[in-house]
């Protein structure tokens, strides 16, 4: 039954009207558990986000329109959280561990996890076309979950080569990894595969780049991570420096190109490059400091820059 209000509801009428939307909600949401939500995600490494859409049926939560477009909202609101959790637990982390093995270590709390999922970006939920059920979307920042995940207060500085070697200043490093590589230690091959966190190794199994190298407010600030990932279409264009505009914000218009020669870990994601190439980056302070400054894009295969969780 529809109510044609001649007069400004009143503030008592306003806490009334509240008061029982609570009550309503709070029947909803003690069903909860009997909502079928349908949930996709998608991790996107070049735009470094997490995208998520989550959508249920209205009539199967017992809500009728136009009253129950307000209480949809309030359930994809309340739930958004817990749904997304299970995706970001599959996100990788480095080559030894997903966000899942760290909680399941201890290492991280469910509850920083949730915290993590609540700072995602929302779009106001919405009616899906048939108007039959209600949508959200959200996207949550792969910045957010490095600072999440971001443990050391200060810097580790560069190693300095016994034997330096004469180099150029740089403006950053690209790493080129597109193609299959020898894995090292085994008799096989792989695609570099993306993570949060990867590490970068010399011939000599000397570690050249990790976390630990850079300054903790690159990941703290939540808005860029120790690593960028594109595709070679970006780093052959014709412009003055050969890359994208996009990239130049990250590296310059001058980096030091390298390519991998192989590829370490449990999960193919750390590169390895010639050992004389990691003494061009390590034999000058100026180039020291764009590892610290996390100024390093790794091309990869275009088919492990997007896909679904």
Not at 54 to 83: C, H, K, V
Not at 106 to 123: S, V
Not at 238 to 252: C, H, Y
């Amino acid at each position: 039954m529809n109510v044609r209000l001649k007069r400004p509801v009143g503030k008592g009428k306003k806490s009334l009207i509240a008061f029982l939307l609570m009550v309503v909600l709070s029947r909803i949401y003690g069903q909860e558990s009997g909502i079928r939500f349908d949930v996709s995600a998608s991790v996107d490494w070049q735009r470094a986000q997490l995208s998520a859409q989550t959508s249920f049926d209205l009539a199967q939560a017992g809500l009728r329109l136009p009253s129950g477009r307000l209480m949809g909202e309030e359930i994809l609101n309340e739930a958004y959280p817990r749904l997304l959790r299970p995706y970001l637990l599959s996100l990788r982390v480095d080559s030894n561990a997903t966000i899942g093995n760290l909680v399941d270590r201890g290492d991280l709390a469910l509850k920083e996890l949730d915290t993590l999922c609540l700072g995602a970006k929302k779009t106001p939920p919405s009616l899906t076309a048939d108007l039959a059920g209600m949508i959200g979307r959200y996207t949550l920042l792969m910045g957010q979950i490095s600072a999440a995940l971001t443990r050391h207060r200060q810097a580790i500085k560069p190693a300095r080569p016994l034997l330096p070697a004469q180099t150029a200043d740089y403006t950053g490093i690209i790493i080129i990894a597109d193609k299959e590589l020898p894995i090292h230690g085994r008799n096989t091959r792989a695609l570099v595969e993306p993570c949060l966190f990867p590490k970068i190794w010399d011939t000599d199994m000397n570690l050249i780049y990790e976390r630990n190298l850079t300054n903790p407010a690159l990941s703290g600030s939540g808005e860029n991570s120790i690593i960028h990932y594109t595709w070679g279409h970006n780093i052959y264009r014709p412009t003055p420096s050969g890359l994208d505009d996009s990239l130049v914000k990250l590296v310059g218009e001058r980096p030091l190109r390298i390519f991998a020669r192989s590829v370490f870990g449990i999960c193919p994601t750390d590169p390895i490059i010639d050992t004389a190439d990691s003494r061009l980056i390590l034999s000058n302070e100026n180039n020291r400091r764009l590892l610290q400054e996390g100024k390093v894009v790794m091309v990869i295969n275009e088919s492990l820059l997007r896909k679904p969780l």
